[in-house]
């Protein structure tokens, strides 16, 4: 499966542990974001990186969350002493380079459910 | 800052009728892309349609066509002969060249049989 590949699918947490999300973009892409969706609520942008880069952290919290996304492997998404409100599904997507035909789509990750407890 | 605003929370149609999902935005940009993306209640988002905005003509997938007005700044998608697999949640999202994309609320769509 060469597309967006996200890990864990769920993750329960109580709160104050660390949550960590990993992604691998889809084979060639070099562009991820993250994203966070609350029930029944819309795609709330949270960051976007390329390799070793964060390019855009506006939609990030100031505080406990970060991001990386490193020469060698995947991105990761990290909270820090995790609150209920974290609780979430958060979206890892991809994207070809720009100039390329398919530039702006998304290809996005089955997503990560965190529940905390 | 741009915004994508759906009006429409939910949505209903019966099987095999056309249903048009509103969608409006905010920019400043002149070149952007324009996308209308499903989530099924699998949860993966999967690409629906997209739109540049330096071309005039809408776009048209099967079924799924858009009615692009670029001075209304409005971006709504026509399903035609809707069938029960296109319930689903729609977002309409908006991208420009410099990445990120920023999304809707979404509409949730039900297609009754």
């Known amino acids: 499966n060469a597309g967006v590949m996200q890990n864990p699918r769920h993750l329960v947490r109580r709160r104050g542990q660390e949550a960590r999300l990993r992604c691998s973009p889809m084979?060639?892409?070099?562009?991820v974001y993250w994203y966070r969706q609350l029930p029944e609520e819309g795609l709330k942008f949270m960051v976007y990186?390329?390799?070793?880069?964060?390019?855009?952290e506006s939609g990030m919290p100031k505080e406990r969350f970060s991001a990386e996304f490193p020469k060698e492997g995947p991105s990761i998404l990290r909270i820090q002493q995790v609150v209920r409100g974290d609780s979430a599904a958060y979206f890892c997507?991809?994207?070809?380079?720009?100039?390329?035909?398919?530039?702006?789509?998304?290809?996005f990750g089955e997503g990560s459910r965190l529940t905390v407890l | 800052a741009q915004t994508v605003t759906q009006s429409q929370p939910e949505m209903s149609v019966q099987e095999a009728e056309t249903v048009t999902l509103s969608c409006t935005y905010d920019?400043?940009?002149?070149?952007?892309?324009l996308f209308w993306y499903k989530q099924p209640p699998s949860r993966q988002m999967i690409l629906v349609i997209r739109?540049?905005?330096?071309?005039?003509q809408n776009a048209t997938e099967n079924r799924f066509s858009v009615n692009f007005q670029k001075a209304a700044k409005s971006f709504s998608l026509k399903i035609s002969d809707s069938q029960l697999g296109d319930t689903a949640m729609y977002f309409c999202?908006?991208?420009?060249?410099?990445?990120?994309?920023?999304f809707g609320d979404g509409t949730t769509l039900t297609v009754k049989p």
């Open positions: 990186l390329q390799k070793e880069n964060i390019i855009d």
């Open positions: 920019t400043s940009e002149n070149n952007y892309y």
């Open positions: 084979k060639g892409h070099s562009h």
């Open positions: 997507a991809s994207s070809p380079s720009l100039g390329t035909v398919n530039a702006g789509e998304l290809f």
């Open positions: 739109q540049e905005a330096y071309k005039q």
């Open positions: 999202a908006f991208a420009t060249h410099a990445g990120k994309s920023t």
